[in-house]
């Protein structure tokens, strides 16, 4: 078989372009801290790379979402702590009213208290959160919760029954708000209506109905403080589940990185024997190349 120099010239420079390549694309891996670059270098690994990528991606956006819920569930749970705080002040106050040696008079002020602890209520039921969204107004985050007829002192929910939900997990969504008409006038009472009744009374004079109506709005305002509380608890145990949530988030994060190490990193101290390797073959190459394609027939006459 005969073999022409341009085949060798040929063979020998397709033999040293194939270890060029293979010398640049370990150099680049070095580089890139990567032994994955492309699919075509392992599809199965780079396949489940890909799967790995978005379930992580995937996981960081729940926990961002578990951030933005305990934001919105701590905003919630810091304005009921003040309902509950204003609450207990209104409990005393009608303790105190049931003193018979009080005037007409002082009963007034207690009256004109009370009517600015209503208005202060009203305000916490109509609390905006970081983003200016009405907390308790259901979906209608832009309306205010509650509005007071000016002539009646009555207060209306505007409102709806909707609970705002974020997908805190791959199979969990948790309320992060509770509508108004639960939390104020829930659990068999209405807490606007008592302390309304209760002003009416404090301001008439006379003691006639005083303490029936203190009767009723003790055991109405300990309704609504209990009514207040087991919103709290509830909001209390989602903001431990999200801690829960958060912890389970991390390891997953955990596995996600080490299993993506595993797939795609590069083992440097097999690369750089590689690499030395190939530098070496090559360097014979170019050499048995430059040596080969230097020999023809006059060579040898």
């Known amino acids: 078989m005969r073999i022409s120099t341009q085949t060798l010239f040929e063979t020998g420079a397709a033999r040293l372009s194939e270890l060029q390549s293979g010398l640049a694309r370990t150099q680049q891996q070095i580089s890139a801290s990567r032994r994955v670059l492309t699919p075509a270098d392992d599809p199965v ?9 978005q379930s992580q991606s995937i996981n960081t956006q729940h926990g961002v979402n578990r ?6 569930l701590g905003a919630v749970e810091g304005t009921l702590s003040g309902v509950t705080a204003l609450l207990q002040d209104v409990k005393t106050t009608v303790i ?9 008079t002082e009963r007034g002020f207690m009256a004109t208290e009370l009517r600015g602890r209503l208005d202060e ?50 199979t969990r969504q948790m309320a992060v708000s509770s509508p108004g008409q639960a939390v104020f006038q829930g659990g068999g009472q209405d807490v606007f209506a008592t302390l309304n009744a209760l002003i009416v009374q404090l301001e008439t004079s006379g003691t006639a109905g005083l303490d029936a109506t203190l009767a009723t709005a003790n055991g109405d305002l300990d309704l609504a403080l209990n009514n207040v509380l087991t919103v709290r608890a509830s909001i209390g145990s989602r903001l431990q589940e999200i801690d829960a949530l958060d912890n389970a988030g991390e390891d997953r994060k955990l596995q996600y990185s080490q299993t993506l190490s595993e797939l795609q990193d590069l083992d440097y101290a097999q690369a750089l024997t590689q690499l030395s390797q190939q530098q070496l073959t090559l360097e014979a190459a170019q050499k048995s190349f430059v040596k080969t394609s230097g020999l023809s027939l006059f060579n040898f006459l």
């Open 45 to 53: 690994a780079a396949a489940r790379a890909l799967e790995i990528t």
């Open 67 to 72: 951030q933005s819920a305990k934001s919105a």
């Open 96 to 104: 105190a009213a049931g003193n018979a040696t009080l005037s007409d």
């Open 121 to 170: 209520l009203l305000g916490m039921a109509n609390s905006r959160d970081a983003l200016g969204n009405y907390q308790f107004s259901g979906f209608q985050t832009a309306t205010p919760a509650f509005s007071k007829d000016p002539a009646t002192g009555a207060v209306r929910y505007d409102g709806d029954q909707g609970q705002r939900l974020m997908q805190v997990d791959s």
